[in-house]
């Protein structure tokens, strides 16, 4: 059964700091997504990663694929407070699965 | 239509009552998949389709579960004999074709008394 992890769960940073959020998934698969949810909305579509080695970026906001290691990174690049939602990966094998998600909160 | 759409937005029904939800996907999508969100978690998925044809359906909890696009085009996730463990936020998404980026409905809030 494929199983998708996120960490960390929880992430609180300070505006300006960067930081990487990991999608970690348990088989093979060459489609793996990201998207932002606030609270109280629905998600939206960040990126979609279909290749190894895959590298997309949109503002602040670098996603990248890695199929060997069956791992995806976020990497938020001087954090602004607008940046605060939760961020899901989700992984496409036949079914979508999401992960638990990422609470990140940018303070101050 | 400018986005997917879901309706009712909230729906609160006893228990043992048979609720339909109704997605309207972005027009033109072929796909068309259906997702169960807890609070505080992320989305679980329960089927979708290609067209009119339902591809996977292995995510649907139990056959109190089911859905329909008979039409290829408007959805629906039919829930019999609802229970309380069914109260949910259920979602909606479509996509030009599978595989691509995934665009999602805001949701019906189910809510079993």
């Known amino acids: 059964e494929l199983k998708v992890e996120q960490n960390p769960l929880f992430l609180s940073m300070q505006e300006g700091k960067n930081y990487t959020i990991y999608c970690n998934y348990s088989t093979t698969s060459d489609r793996l997504y990201w998207y932002r949810q606030d609270p109280g909305k629905s998600l939206e579509s960040l990126f979609v990663l279909l290749s190894n080695g895959a590298v997309k970026q949109e503002g602040r906001l670098m996603a990248s694929l890695d199929t060997k290691a069956r791992l995806s990174t976020l990497h938020i690049t001087a954090a602004v407070h607008d940046l605060s939602a939760t961020y899901f990966c989700?992984?496409?094998?036949?079914?979508?699965?999401f992960g638990a998600g990422t609470r990140l909160t940018v303070k101050p | 239509g400018a986005g997917v759409s879901q309706s009712p937005r909230y729906k609160v029904t006893k228990r043992g009552q048979d609720v339909a939800l109704r997605c309207d996907p972005i027009s033109g999508h072929v796909s068309l998949y259906w997702y169960r969100q807890a609070l505080g978690q992320g989305p679980e998925f329960l089927t979708y389709?290609?067209?009119?044809?339902?591809?996977?359906k292995s995510g649907l909890p139990n056959d109190r579960f089911s859905a329909e696009r008979p039409e290829g085009s408007i959805s629906t996730l039919t829930i019999q004999r609802t229970e309380q463990r069914d109260s949910a936020m259920y979602r909606c998404?479509?996509?030009?074709?599978?595989?691509?980026?995934?665009?999602f409905g805001p949701g019906t809030r189910l809510l079993v008394l």
């Open positions: 998404a479509s996509s030009v074709d599978r595989g691509e980026t995934q665009y």
């Open positions: 989700a992984v496409d094998n036949n079914d979508m699965r």
């Open positions: 389709f290609n067209y009119e044809a339902q591809q996977d």
